[in-house]
Structures are given as C-alpha cells and as structure tokens.
C-alpha cells in the first residue's frame, strides 16, 4: 500500500492565519449547489530560532475522507499533522521545520446547509461543532452526522474524473477513495435510504430542468457507489423497500439490473411498472432507450413517443425521440423534434469550487517522489503553456467545444443526422421543414404586392400554403447549425491536409495539443477512428490526460467490436499503459480515487486474470518507484470488495 507523504500534501499559504475559516464562513448563507470541498485548516509553528514568523496558516481542500464522526476526522487531523511533523518540509525549496499546532476539518451538509468543523489543538483536545449559513451554532444530533456523512460522500462521487481542461480547477486538494472499507460503503447505503425522499434537496445533473426522487444527485451518486463496490443485491433490496412507499423508484430497480447485465430482469421491472403506471415517464424513456440499443426500431418509437407525451417538460425523452427518427431513417422529423426539445438553459455542471482564489506564489505543490514514471511525472506545464501560445486560435476557439448541457446532446444528435446525411443533404432537409430568412422577408412583403394575373394569384397561395406548414427554427438551433458548419469546415481541411501528406509520403507535424483539438473535432463530428489516431499521435509526443481519457474510451468499445485475439491482446495492453499512466497522474496531482480507473482495472483484471495484469505492471515498470504499488491499492480495493472474478 503506499502512504500519504509530505509530498502529497498540497497546502495554500494564508496571509492571515485562519482567513480562509472566515471566508467560508462568509459564503455559507449563499451556497446553492452541492457545496465547497472540505477543508483542512493548520497552524503551523517553525521550531528553528530566529525564524521571524514562527507561525503560519495554510489549508487544504479533501474529497473522499470518512466524516461520520468527529473521532474519524480528529483521526485524519493528527495523521496530516505527524506526517507533516515527522521530518523537516521541503517549503518552497527551503527546508523548514513546521509542527502543527491545531487543525480543523470542515465539511459541508448539504440536506441542512450547516457546515460542521471539527478542530483539534495539539496535544490532546478535541472540539466538534456545527454552524448555520449566518455562522451561529446548531445542536449536533446523530441525523445531523449522518446528513453530513452522505453529503460529503455525494460530493467526492459526483466530482469524481471531472474533466480537467479547465484552468480554474482545483489543484490543492486531496481525493481520496470514500468506500477504502465496507463499513463507509454500508454506512453510505444506509444514509441513502434513510435520506432517499431527501434526495431532492441536493440538486440534480445539469441535462434535468428540476430534481426528482429518483433523479437527483443523490440518486447519482448512490448508483455510481454500487457499481464501485458490487453491491447490486444489497442496492437492490434497498430499492425494493423504498418501491413500498415510492413506486416511481423501480425505475432505479430497472437501472441496476441493466448495469449488472441482467436484462431478463430488467425488462420484467420494466414491463410490471407500466403496466401499473402507463405514464411512468421517466420508465417509458429507458424502455425506449432499451429497445433502441437491441436495435428494436418498431418498439422504441412508439415507446418514445409516450414518454415524450408524459413527460414533455423534460429533454431526455425528446432526445431518445430524436435518435429513433435517426434510426428510422426520418431525418425531417428527426429536425423538427430537435427544435420541439426543452432546453436547460440556467445551469452549468456541478464542480467544486475554491472558497478564495489564491495567488500563484502562495500555492506549495509539491511533488510526490513515492512513485515516479518520467514521461508523466516530469511532465512540464511551462512546455504545456509553450504549446497553448503557438497553437492555431481558429482551432483552439471552436465553439463547439464549449457547449453544456442540454446543448452540447442536441448538438450531438445533430451531428448524428449529418453523419448519416452529410451536409449538402442536411441543407435540404433544413430548409424543407424550417422558415428560411428570405421567405420569411418575401411572406411579410407578400400582401403589399398587386398580383396581376390569375397564375401569379395560385404561384402565391402555393409558395403561402407551403410557408405556413414550415416551423421556425429555434435560436438555439440555428446557431448548432453555425457551429457544426464551422467543425466541418476545420475536419475537411485537417483530412485533406492528411491526403495531401500521404500522397507525398510524409509526416503531418503538429503539437500533442494540436493533434488532441483535432481528435476533439473528429469526434463530435462522429468520426472516432481518425479521433483515436489524433489521440494516439499526439501521446506519442508526450502525455496528454484527456487524450488518454479518450483513447481509454475509445479502446474499451473497440474491444466490444473485435473478435480477433490478436487484436484483442494488443487492445488489452493499450488499456493496460494508459490505466497505468492515469493513475500516476491522478496520484501526482495528490488524488487516489478515480472511478474510471477502477472500473478499467476491474474489466481488464477480469478478462485477463490478476496474475497476469499484475505480472505485466512488475516487468514493464520494474526501473519505476512506487508504479507497482501504486496500481496495487487499486486492485486491492477490488479484492475487498469481491470484485475479482478472474485470478
């Protein structure tokens, strides 16, 4: 197992010792999401003499520690502070001598909007309290805890693998696996379905107009606990009692058992609920979705159209509608039930945010040296900025890559119907079922113009007749069309820059963020294997993480599609090199959870057995500190939990 070290303790220096305790104080009354990231405040004190500021505060962000009671945390809170006492720190590139005086962990509830702070003096004293968004104190009781515990754990599991293109993002913070033992994960189960109708409260995905009991943050972070641990039955039978009350939540009861690949049983689920309720929305839209998958085109269709009856307030269902009319070939209806969605337009997906935002200078980043892997862990970002300074603003500007929400999936299914189309087609379609500007212009001006003739008087009420069976076309929607043009537009000339290059049978020179923009573009445009060779080219210059967030993807349903061994045992190793590096970088970056990873782990280790990934990993990285280990803890989380079928 490796261990946390002074080198996987970010911390951030404070001008005024206990500030960032003030300023979270301050911003409780306006939180409206999940909430900030836990925070570790320290005092620390410099043992050398003559040191003009002896004392110091610094503080930390977590996701992930056990926060069910104040002895789990009192316990963190002296495990940082010996670590940090043990030996001398290196502190900004001066060896210095701290000792952690007191220590307080805050962590925000997020049912009851109270942030609960536990402060520990060293030695010895404890204090444990709770605080309301104007900073008074409230009563602890035990329902309280247990509304602090779930919320914490929704907050690690929700912002887990976010993605890491955004520069604001925090760095200093530790991420750190909530379920290391099966009594967090029991505990979590449980607070789950004492909080179930609760659920609401905390909010919901960024694709969802308002929360429901069963879809919800909540719900989201429960479904993502059962696949990390592989505990379907007890979800299962949790969901059952909840069904007693609640029979909206057999949707979630559907849910598991297609995650679990026990589609008998889902279907029945499926079949039963709408049968007892034909206006289950939320059933009717994975019923449909279900039968799209097994490709049942007759099925799914009049399925979607039901949900989208029941639930026309809602984006999903009116999307599998959208991808239906894809399947069926119908691509006017397809368009004219894309411009029906309703849009998300007031809410950005949940990350976690900074309490303040430090200077650069005050940052201490340390490196880990435990494990060391050089083509990542000394990857420099000064050369990732050089990249960001050269590379083509036309590319790097693409608006595309900027759409949230509901908007980023409409945008998807349009770039579904051009990929079956192509554009020219796709103009056509357009302007068949949508009111074009001119004709917009030439209807208003219609009733000012004398018609002479008789022909002229039909010619009108044609072209009128025509006009008035036409939509207008949403704001939002026209402008996909501008953005999808522009896509196009940069892939055509990337792929007759690649023809060129062949046909003179040399190599097309970008920079590794070149090659992954342009993996970006081919792959909204639908384009996913020219999308994987821009990845695997630009990580063959050097580490990239979204790239190989990507490629990772991208091989794993490669493997779903591949029947050949030999091509399989290369896929397999693929995944393995890029398991491996992700996991390093998570770790260089002070995080130990990635549910992507574990879950990449899990299928390879299951398809392949554990000896051998683990034989792999000792020889390919033997001359590399910590590697082995490192990907260990990983496996052994998957041993306690039964995970591993395959030795």
């Known amino acids: 197992m490796t261990f946390v070290t002074q080198g996987s303790i970010p911390e951030v220096v404070e001008k005024t010792i206990g500030e960032s305790l003030d300023e979270r104080t301050s911003i409780l009354e306006n939180i409206s999401d999940l909430g900030p990231p836990d925070m570790v405040h320290l005092k620390k004190h410099n043992s050398s003499s003559g040191s003009k500021h002896p004392y110091l505060g610094t503080f930390l962000y977590y996701t992930g520690a056990d926060v069910s009671n104040s002895a789990t945390i009192a316990a963190l809170l002296n495990s940082l502070s010996n670590i940090i006492g043990e030996e001398p720190q290196i502190w900004f590139g001066k060896e210095k001598h701290w000792k952690v005086t007191e220590a307080t962990y805050c962590t925000y509830n997020v049912f009851s909007k109270v942030d609960v702070r536990v402060t520990c003096k060293f030695p010895g004293q404890v204090e444990s309290y709770m605080i309301d968004g104007l900073g008074n104190k409230v009563n602890e ?59 609401p409260k905390l909010g919901c995905s960024e694709d969802l107009q308002v929360p429901t009991r069963c879809n919800n943050y909540l719900v989201d972070a429960f479904v993502k606990c059962i696949q990390l641990t592989g505990m379907w039955e007890e979800g299962i039978a949790i969901l059952n009692r909840i069904t007693q009350e609640d029979h909206t939540a057999s949707y979630l009861i559907a849910k598991l058992y297609l995650l679990n690949n026990q589609e008998i049983k889902a279907v029945k689920v499926m079949y039963d609920t709408i049968k007892l309720n034909p206006l289950d929305g939320e059933m009717l839209t994975l019923q449909a979705q279900y039968c799209l998958n097994k490709k049942k085109l007759d099925l799914a269709l009049p399925i979607a159209i039901k949900a989208v009856n029941s639930t026309p307030s809602y984006f999903k269902p009116w999307s599998v509608l959208v991808e239906a009319y894809i399947q069926k070939g119908d691509y006017e209806k397809a368009l004219l039930t894309l411009n029906s969605c309703p849009m998300v337009t007031h809410k950005d997906k949940f990350v976690l945010k900074r309490v303040n935002n430090p200077q650069p200078e005050d940052l201490h980043l340390p490196l880990p040296m435990d494990v060391t892997l050089p083509n990542v862990t000394s990857l420099s970002s000064l050369d990732i900025a050089a990249e960001h300074e050269k ?7 693409l608006a595309a890559a900027n759409l949230k929400s509901t908007f980023a999936k409409a945008y998807k299914l349009l770039t579904d119907i051009v990929l079956e189309t192509g554009w020219e087609s796709l103009l056509k379609y357009r302007t068949k079922v949508f009111v074009m500007e001119d004709e917009f212009k030439k209807e208003n001006a219609q009733p000012s113009l004398d018609s002479s003739s008789g022909s002229s008087e039909a010619a009108n009420g044609s072209a009128g007749s025509q006009f008035k069976k036409k939509r207008l076309c949403e704001r939002w929607l026209d402008n996909l069309f501008m953005l999808l043009y522009e896509d196009l537009r940069t892939y055509t000339m990337y792929r007759a820059q690649v023809m060129h290059f062949e046909a003179q049978q040399l190599d097309l020179e970008k920079t590794t963020l070149e090659w992954e923009l342009l993996g970006l573009v081919s792959e909204r445009l639908g384009h996913q294997r020219e999308a994987a060779q821009c990845y695997e080219k630009g990580l063959g210059l050097r580490f990239a993480v979204r790239s190989s967030k990507k490629l990772l993807d991208y091989y794993t349903e ?82 306690e939990y039964g995970l591993i079928e395959n030795d």
């Open 558 to 639: 490669q493997k779903k599609r591949t029947a050949s061994l030999e091509a399989l045992n290369k896929l397999n190793d693929q995944i393995l090199d890029l398991v491996v590096n992700l996991t390093v970088w998570f770790h260089r970056w002070y995080c130990s959870f990635s549910p992507k990873m574990i879950l990449a782990l899990s299928g390879l280790i299951n398809e392949v057995g554990r000896t051998k990934v683990e034989n792999e990993i000792k020889v390919k990285y033997k001359n590399n500190r910590g590697v082995y280990d490192l990907v260990r803890d990983n496996i052994l989380y998957l041993e």
């Open 391 to 397: 590379v083509d603003h036309n590319l790097l500007n």
């Open 141 to 199: 009781t035990d329902r309280l805890w247990t509304e602090t515990f779930v919320s914490a754990v929704v907050r690690a599991l929700i912002s887990a693998d976010a993605d890491v293109d955004d520069f604001t993002s925090v760095v200093e913070i530790r991420k750190i696996n909530p379920f290391l033992n099966k009594e967090c994960a029991s505990l979590f189960v449980k607070g789950f379905e004492e909080l179930y109708n609760e659920g």
